[in-house]
């Protein structure tokens, strides 16, 4: 993933693990970053003028998620600070990523890494070729146009 | 609630409500803030050394939850940024209080109230007199000192 | 609460304590409770016709949480089954309460009781009087018709 | 993963989804599967006698989550009632996997589709050959020995 790990970082969110992200040996609990994760790709869109819920209205078309995974490489701990940084991944036809690395600031070592793949769809959640105007988009983000 | 409006914010954390937080209608989900005020209490403890984890065995007491309550005062929706602040609260013999202000940043209107009522318990979980050390730190953060 | 541990049960859900239910200590994280409370409560309400993102179209009210509180009484475990069991509380002029209590199947302590204050609102989320149809279920659901 | 899905079923739940799990579209909120398929296997792995935090002590060794992954293959809405089964996926030598089929009790459509891949690690967090015993259960569970 050099390659993407070269793309510009679109936005970051600093927490702090707290008792609700750890399970109870103090080690991360595995489902704590999804919600993490679309709490900063939901903030970039919004800040780019891109509301999800104001998309089938403004544009006809919306977003959804088809697939997200996620690999835990190292422990993560109670009131360990951790940066997620939001990158563009993959831009394919109907479908683009999202990519994100957790990394630990004081040891800067990288924790997790994740992706969210989504999918643009008409009103009626048919799969729809990416339209232009997000295609700009994701690749301004992408730092390739 | 003006007496304790006047003590001084311990900590605050700002965050902006995303799909996680809210429901279909695009209002707070109504469990949303209790993990925020457990993130921000546990934090500022860390912060002043009082990791929660580590305080049966350095003092040979520790802390429990014993209640929780909030109140809905405005409607929070989807994007709205707030300001979570923790203040003292009142302090009795065994227990004491944080409570929490969450403040739209943008009216600076107050969404929320809420406390956690918090209880001082020895190993096997019997209710103990607030230990004099700790005593001390809560005159201090209620600024009764 | 005696008068309301009379009540009838108007519904239930056991579930199993688990990892993300629960903080290092083994013991219930203490915001765990409030999303079990609002799915036994909307599956109530779901399964007597009255979805709530229905209310405003067919009857031209809605409800909206104002308040809500839960004391633990008991440390509950990870891995501890626990009962939720939903009553009626009081029922007001404008607002209503339901209430729940948290039984471990194992020895039956109760090991949390909560509330959840509702209020009725036009479709602008300005408080209006509990509608007659309402009404007439919460003194049904309180065994007092 | 025609195979696995002919694998045994070895644990169930069926849970109705609520506001927390869905979205202000009133679709699935993406992150909402992962605690369910973790308190699925962790119930599964406890009524076997195998609970995680005892494996340290009790054997020498303990398994923590390496990977997830989820696909979501048709839109769940709030209300839908889903079963939640678990399969034994893919065994390594050191790594396995847990498969998990969402299914829509109401027209028996797949909606999402995950798995877990665990990995057994000495107390130190180093990986290690999945032990003899655990592999034995691990076959049982597949339906393969």
């Known amino acids: ?4 790990d070269d793309r510009p970082v679109l936005h970051t969110h600093t927490i702090r693990l707290s008792y609700a992200d750890t399970d109870p040996a103090g080690i991360l609990y595995y489902a704590a970053w999804f919600p993490k994760m679309e ?3 939901s ?3 919004y800040l780019q003028g891109l509301r999800q819920d104001t998309l089938i209205e403004r544009f006809g078309w919306w977003t ?7 690999d835990y490489l190292a422990a993560a701990r109670l009131f360990d600070e951790v940066r997620i940084e939001l ?32 999918v643009t769809v008409s009103p009626d959640q048919a799969s729809v070729p ?11 983000w992408a730092g390739e146009e």
């Open 87 to 118: 990158r563009m991944g993959r831009i394919g036809t109907s479908s683009f990523r999202f990519v994100f690395r957790m990394v630990r600031i004081d040891d800067d070592v990288v924790v997790a890494r994740a992706q969210n793949t989504v």
């Open 43 to 45: 903030e970039f869109l």
């Open 130 to 140: 990416i339209p232009d105007d997000l295609h700009s988009h994701l690749l301004r």
């Open 64 to 70: 959804v998620s088809r697939a997200t995974q996620c």
């Open 1 to 4: 993933m050099t390659a993407v």
């Open 39 to 41: 709490a900063l790709q």
